[in-house]
């Protein structure tokens, strides 16, 4: 799906969808339960979707509404699934799932799409055969094949994507001893927490260092069914933020927690820097640009998913904004700093590459034709972009904003943005 994009006008009030970060999680933690497990304001998504498929595969019951999931789990004694699982784009129920597979008496297949197969595997896969399981991938990546049982032990790991550690954290309550897990360089440190969040609503015993250096957990534990309401996706609320700030747009932003351990909250704080007003009202978090705003440096190492929508910003600043220590935006559903460069270049921004993030100089942008690369956070950043930018801007791809906001052009339409859908 193409779409075209017109300088815009935003304003209004616009409820972003709940946490893919939370859902996927709650997903498989219900899969894993011992009865009923009630989730509340979920994300509907194709990532999601994924998950829940994936969920059923295993035996789990599951009745969804837009509003509610029902799943009923068997305290995780799970079914073996009939051939191979497709995730299809979702990294995060890949590295979940396969580090509960690699805990059941039987082989488990993974697969995706093309971006889910290029994504490095390796070294969750080289901890889980480290702590027992039997693994074969495609040199670390899918389709990947795990079987457990997982014994427990002592494993290290670099934390090049905090999803390894997620999927080990998981994963090793099921184990039949304790399980050590050292880790080194971790990145996105908000996304473990949200998984030891997780983990302590539950009732999972385990320690862990005040840096998340180093885990203990115990074996031979089980999942309880339980009760949630999925908070507010803080990366999808970066894009009406992102919106407000190119179009100069006042917005109400509603259903936000800033209690929630998500990383991508911190993003309020950096357009705030950069001179957006932002005021928090009960349910409501009030945004606007009161004049110009300025170029910043950035660190993203916590915030990997904002990179895009920060890259935008950076091209409607005064100055430069540099966006440093993100290595790993580049293994994510695609190089999204080459990505990000590529595209907003073509837009007539002034942007630099580096090994670990972007330099942007701030100034105007025109309309053009950009590709989404399937991302569906690159889409919906550009969409934004184009927003602003004089002319045409024309996206292809489009689709891809499914994978976590399959409402963001009908939202974005209701609050003034001129987007219409080509083919």
Known sequence: ??????????????????????????????????????????????????????AMKYGAQVAVTPELWTITGYSGKLRKPKGIVDLGNSGTSLCILTGLAAAMDFATTFDGDDSLRSRPMGIQLDALAGLGAKVDSNGGKCPVTVQGPLIGGKVEIVGTSSQYLTGLLFAAPLAKNTVEIVVRDLNEKPYVEITLDWLRRLGIRFEAAADLSYFKVEGNQSYPAFEWVIPADFSTAAFPLLGSAVTGGALDIRNLDFGDPQGDKAVFEFFRRMGMTIEMKGNSTLVSRPGVLQGWDFDLNATPDALPAMAVAGTYCEGTTRLLNVPQARIKETDRIACMRRELAKMGAKIEE???????????????????????????????????AEGETIITGAEAAAVTYPGFI?????????IEVLN
């Open 1 to 54: 799906m193409d779409i075209k994009i017109k300088k815009s006008g935003l304003s209004g009030t616009i409820a972003v969808p709940g946490s893919k970060s939370h859902s996927i999680r709650a997903a498989a933690c219900g899969m894993l339960g011992n009865g009923i497990s009630l989730i509340h304001s979920p994300l509907d998504s194709a990532d999601t979707k994924s998950c829940l498929n994936a």
């Open 354 to 388: 580096l090994p670990d993030g972007l330099v942007i100089e701030g100034g105007s942008l025109r309309g053009a034709v950009v590709d989404g690369h399937g991302d569906h956070r690159i889409v919906m950043a550009l969409a934004i972009a184009g927003m602003g």
């Open 410 to 418: 009908r939202d974005f339409r209701k609050i003034g943005a001129k």
